[in-house]
């Protein structure tokens, strides 16, 4: 019989080279999962839509609950300390805004209660604005 014929997968160098792969690939996942290399935002940019539209930024506030007049009632955020933002309570009637849950990079959207909440970091400079 012909020793060719029981080869199954790939010779030692071809394992070897699968095995660095692997090892490489654990060690990003690592490094993603465990590291902190996100940047958090600084400052959240606020659009409140009530009667009258108002614009504001907010730092995060030295307690780490901060309530806005929306169109309902009452909007509370809260912030945690990574920077992370919620919307811990609302007078909505489904309460998808509170059930998003703690976001870092991405808006928060209240659209019965008129509140919207887009985190900004000291990257994003705007060089111009074309309209």
Not at 26 to 35: I, P, R, T
Not at 90 to 110: A, F
Request: proline share 6%; hydrophobic share 40%; glycine share 8%.
């Amino acid at each position: 019989m012909n020793k060719d014929c029981y080869q199954v997968f790939a010779g030692k160098k071809d394992l070897a080279a699968l095995g660095f792969l692997l090892v490489l690939s654990l060690l990003a996942w690592a490094l993603h999962s465990f590291g902190d290399g996100q940047t958090y935002p600084t400052r959240f940019h606020i659009q409140v839509f009530t009667d009258s539209k108002k614009e504001f930024d907010l730092l995060k506030p030295p307690e780490n609950r901060f309530k806005l007049p929306g169109r309902l009632g009452i909007v509370e955020l809260e912030w945690d300390e990574r920077g992370r933002v919620r919307i811990a309570s609302s007078p909505c009637p489904c309460k998808t805004c509170v059930n998003m849950g703690w976001v870092t990079n991405s808006s928060l959207i209240c659209v019965p209660g008129g509140i919207i909440v887009e985190p900004r970091s000291s990257a994003d400079n705007i060089d111009a604005v074309s309209r």
